[in-house]
């Protein structure tokens, strides 16, 4: 089945405690993102990979890290968690054709908490 | 001007009714346009691309108005099981693979 998974699906910790949420796909998908979304401010990009290797910020890129070591796998981490990253995260991924986006395949997100 | 913007709603609407969102975006350059569906603390999911010349899916059709710079979506004889929020979701400029959501129009379809 083609799926994107995340893990921890949900996640209390406590403020300045290093964590690393996992995102893995089965497509075979090049494209790959993380997103947070807050109560009214919708879906907000954290950062995104065209590929292995290749990262890149998106709109709210502060207090996080991405690496994408191999093409499955774009793990999220939050080396010292505040706050103010209390938040719903969403992993995607898409394939890229040509010139065109295509559809984006979503995690089922991890609720995270920082005390 | 935001990117992309809706109106947050909430639309509510009687079972059978026809509703109609938009969503506005302000790059003139865009050139891919979604609409997606979120249940509530879900994943979102893609309900429907939407080309130039409009696509209809059953109930559902997608329109796009480049002049005005908005795409719409319209849903006839509304369903219960229709009751969510809906993204719109348009990619920056020129091919970009960024894409940038809107913040989402709740629809709420009451019997």
């Known amino acids: 089945e083609a799926q994107v998974t995340q893990n921890p699906r949900y996640l209390i910790t406590v403020t300045g405690k290093k964590l690393t949420v996992t995102c893995s796909q089965n497509?075979?998908?090049?494209?790959m993102s993380w997103y947070r979304q807050d109560p009214g401010l919708g879906l907000r990009q954290i950062y995104y990979?065209?590929?292995?290797?290749?990262?890149d910020k998106g709109d709210v890129p502060e207090g996080y890290k991405v690496s994408r070591k191999e093409k499955r796998n774009f793990p999220l981490i939050l080396e010292s968690p505040s706050p103010n990253q209390t938040s719903l995260y969403f992993c995607?991924?898409?394939?890229?054709?040509?010139?065109?986006?295509?559809?984006?395949?979503f995690g089922p997100g991890t609720r995270l908490t920082v005390l | 001007r935001k990117e992309v913007e809706q109106d947050p709603g909430p639309f509510n609407v009687p079972e059978g009714a026809t509703v109609a969102f938009n969503c506005t975006y302000s790059?003139?350059?865009?050139?891919?346009f979604f609409w997606y569906r979120q249940d509530c603390r879900k994943e979102p999911k893609l309900l429907m691309s939407?080309?130039?010349s409009g696509n209809e899916d059953g109930r559902f059709t997608a329109q796009l108005n480049r002049a005005s710079q908005y795409i719409s979506l319209l849903i006839r004889d509304s369903k219960l099981s229709d009751s969510a929020t809906y993204l719109c979701?348009?990619?920056?400029?020129?091919?970009?693979?960024?894409?940038?959501f809107g913040r989402g129009t709740s629809l709420i379809v009451h019997p």
């Open positions: 995607a991924s898409s394939s890229i054709q040509g010139s065109s986006y295509n559809e984006q395949f």
């Open positions: 497509m075979n998908h090049e494209y």
């Open positions: 990979s065209m590929n292995v290797e290749v990262t």
């Open positions: 790059n003139s350059a865009s050139q891919s």
């Open positions: 939407v080309y130039s």
């Open positions: 979701v348009v990619n920056r400029a020129g091919g970009s693979y960024i894409p940038t």
